[in-house]
């Protein structure tokens, strides 16, 4: 439960705790296996420092006290400002890891019960430019395509997408096909050496920021060789006109000098994907937290759409999400967007959705855009959000400019709820903190990257006075008094299955259809896919096999934005350009990056996740197999970097950016030059005096990155900051790094990476009344 991929497993209990997990193999995603997430991860269950009671505020401190007073506390700040200031004065930040019936629940609460336009999840981190780019060419959210599609293609193009490390299951997966006959080829885009790098047959590792000049190119070669669908344009799409012009500026050469790549490895990537028979792309971070995410993403979709590759096997789009219910986030509106992948600018779909909550329209707020996450930071920083209630994240490590990030979440005059299995470094700046239940001590529903649907069941109880997240939202709409329009309770279940029942009949008619499932199916037959209706009651694998898509002015989830601005497109444009309901194909320019190189910061820095963590931390760092394997923060730097400042493997090392300053010891690896690489797991909870000298703020790969966002997605935009490096002191012994993955050494003595030994699973420990 540690990343997005959705697999399947047996919990192993002895005396009422978690002991073990096993992967199940007649599941359809995993077929029984497991990654080292997956197979360590849960000990953080039974870790000594849970949270096992509410803490509220004294004179300044954080101390223990019970769940009547901690929920009055927020419930009376809640009254007031609403009585001061209204429904936009109470902010939620949620996460990527509840499970679907706590999302729906949220976004009743605040939508339909407050009234707040002011709510969002870390997946704004992740996967918002996964949404916002398969809207911008469907229409709607939604994967069209399957894993299964890696069994059929001919080729596999993976984006800015590392599966060997944040989705290992699936890349074994890839690697068995490639290992059997008729073995698919390999295409890869990224500016790190990962394993999937090593694997390709072609490998293009552009400039950081360059993306769109690239995938540019790609096009213009793919058109001009002829390799496109004429009669699936001509019947299924609209905008390719537009695309045709704009990539005629992108030659290969022009894209070569634009991203540092030759421009015969350019046309060599081209032709593989333009005689491709059966086409699969996976994109994820490499283009969703770089510069002109959106833009870059949306030309993967153009690809499959040129060339008429989707909705057969083997021919499909992934785009990745990054946690393990990001898309229940998505679907269920507890983040930019309504319930149900429902139009916010559609008044239809707004009266739709306030006759299922038996609520006036006017309470639901659709006056504009839900308010983004990096938006809503800022009506915090401004005062007029003085109230947020963070669950099940950890922004003051995960969000970008983390010095500016701190001071706001600090500030005297906000009010902050968090709730979360252990004292994170939010937590630690709370007024109140609430301990929830986490995975294995709750029952709920949660669907992976490819709309697979698993029931989740409980099999232990939460320890000391924990509670599973839904019964929290329950208790605070409850003790807030929430009403319909007819006086009666506005929400309507009391528990993970009527939820999810009411869910059904919110999602009824629209593309994410869960009307055809029950606790009771997926109990009996695992993992199905949505939509599940009447017509499709054993779920659907492909979306769009047809040539039809949700994509009609009257149906769609959302008429798109400017690829530049961000601005949003009316339903006055949208129904000029697109009034059969086609797929539509975007243009983009390439622009360079906000931030440039300059001889003070010379450095492109880029960060991301890796093999042996997940996030900040929380959870994998209390798994000692996984925490031995990557202990402490490195930095990868190229040979030719390196050498320029003196540094060798293990030496410690100073990267700054505008912002800030992190030390980290040198892990010399195959990187591209002009591109550093930190891991932004992380943070200070468990940071010991160092005898490096260093400050607190050393350590977290976002004291460094910048605040600025993809004008579609709203993203963070994490692998665009500016940076130079300084030898500190040269040190014995090579990085803490591992040596698997991305950060595998150039240097052979290095010796390989272990794990730490199990831990917490045979120890008892008073976890309170």
């Known amino acids: 439960m540690l990343h997005s991929n959705g697999d399947a497993m047996d919990i192993a209990v002895r005396d009422e705790r978690i002991v073990g997990v096993r992967g199940r193999p007649d599941d359809r995603v995993n077929r029984g296996r497991l990654g080292p997430t997956d197979l360590f991860g849960w000990q953080a269950n039974a870790a000594p420092d849970r949270l096992i009671r509410p803490l509220v505020r004294e004179n300044g401190e954080l101390v223990e006290s019970d769940w009547d007073t901690a ?3 927020i419930v009376r700040r809640t009254r007031e400002l609403l009585d001061e200031q ?10 990527g890891q509840l499970f679907l019936e706590e999302y729906y629940t949220l976004a009743l609460i605040a939508r339909g019960g407050i009234g707040t336009n002011h709510l969002d999840g870390n997946t704004r981190l992740c996967t918002a430019t996964a949404a916002e780019a398969l809207k911008e060419s469907f229409a709607c959210d939604g994967q069209p395509g399957s894993y299964a599609d890696i069994d059929h293609s001919d080729v596999i193009a993976l984006f800015g997408h590392n599966p060997a490390e944040a989705q290992s299951v699936l890349w074994s997966r890839i690697l068995d096909r490639r290992a059997g006959p008729d073995p698919p080829a390999l295409f890869c885009v990224d500016p790190r050496p990962t394993p999937v790098a090593e694997e390709a047959d072609v490998h293009l590792a552009p400039l950081p920021g360059t993306n769109v000049a690239l995938m540019n190119s790609l096009l213009y070669e793919v058109i001009a060789a002829g390799r496109i669908d004429r009669e699936y344009l001509d019947a299924h799409v609209v905008g390719f006109d537009e695309l045709e012009r704009t990539v005629r500026a992108y030659p290969a050469e022009r894209a070569a000098a634009l991203c540092d790549v030759p421009a015969e490895r350019i046309r060599q990537a081209a032709r593989l994907l333009g005689d491709a028979r059966r086409l699969l792309s996976t994109v994820l971070q490499g283009f969703y937290q770089a510069h002109q995410a ?12 040129i060339r008429g590759m989707l ?21 269920c509106g507890a983040d930019g967007d309504l319930p149900g992948f429902r139009n916010w600018a559609n008044e239809d779909h707004v009266r739709d959705l306030a006759r299922l909550w038996n609520v006036e329209p006017e309470r639901i707020p659709h006056y504009g855009p ?9 009506y915090v920083a401004g005062g007029s959000i003085p109230f947020l209630w963070v669950s099940g994240t950890n922004p003051a490590v995960s969000l970008p400019d983390l010095g500016r990030v701190r001071a706001l979440l600090d500030q005297e005059r906000l009010f902050l709820v968090v709730q979360d299995l252990f004292l994170t470094e939010t937590a630690a700046m709370a007024d109140v903190v609430l301990p929830a239940a986490g995975w294995g001590e709750k029952t709920g529903t949660f669907t992976n990257a490819d709309r697979t649907v698993h029931l989740s069941e409980k099999a232990v109880k939460p320890p000391g006075q924990a509670r599973p997240d839904l019964d929290i939202f329950l208790d605070y709409a409850d003790r807030l008094s929430l009403r319909d329009k007819d006086g009666a309770p506005l929400v309507t279940w009391h528990d993970a299955e009527s939820c999810f029942e009411a869910w059904k009949a919110c999602s009824r008619g629209r593309l994410c259809d869960y009307s055809g499932l029950s606790y009771a199916k997926l109990r009996e037959h695992g993992g199905i896919q949505w939509p599940c209706d009447e017509a499709h009651p054993h779920g659907t694998e492909r979306l769009y096999t047809d040539g039809e898509f949700f994509s009609s002015p009257d149906h769609c989830e959302n008429y798109g934005r400017d690829l530049v601005t961000g601005a949003p497109v009316s339903s006055t444009q949208y129904r000029a350009m697109n009034p059969h309901g086609k797929a539509i194909v975007k243009a983009a320019d390439y622009l360079p990056p906000h931030e440039p190189v300059s001889d003070t910061f010379p450095l492109r820095l880029i960060t991301g996740r890796t093999l042996y963590h997940f996030h900040t931390r929380t959870k994998t760092a209390r798994a000692p197999q996984l925490q031995r394997a990557a202990p402490e923060v490195w930095v990868e730097l190229a040979p030719t970097d390196a050498a320029g400042e003196h540094i060798g493997e293990g030496d410690l090392v100073e990267i700054t950016t505008p912002r800030g300053t992190v030390r980290a010891r040198a892990r010399l690896t195959a990187v ?3 591109v550093v690489f930190l891991p932004f797991h992380y943070g200070y909870w468990d940071r010991a005096d160092t005898a490096d000298g260093a400050s607190r ?12 966002w993809d004008p579609a997605s709203k993203q963070p935009l994490f692998k665009a900051a500016a940076a130079r490096i300084r030898l500190v002191e040269h040190r014995d012994g090579p990085s803490p790094a591992p040596t698997t993955g ?6 052979s003595e290095v010796a390989p990476t272990r794990g730490g030994p199990q831990a917490y699973a045979h120890e008892s420990r008073e976890v309170g009344r």
């Open 71 to 73: 929920m009055d506390r």
């Open 86 to 95: 209204g429904p936009s004065a109470i902010g939620f930040y949620t996460t």
């Open 294 to 305: 959106t833009a870059a993403a949306v030309q993967v979709n153009n690809l499959h759409l």
């Open 311 to 331: 909705g057969r096997p083997g021919c499909g789009v992934l785009q990745m999400n990054g946690q393990p219910t990001a898309e229940n986030t998505r679907e």
């Open 370 to 378: 839900p308010t983004h996450a990096m938006q809503m930071m800022r």
């Open 672 to 674: 591209r030059p002009g």
């Open 697 to 708: 703020a050393d350590r977290a790969a976002n004291e460094l990155t910048l605040t600025d």
């Open 742 to 747: 991305a950060a595998a050494p150039l240097d």
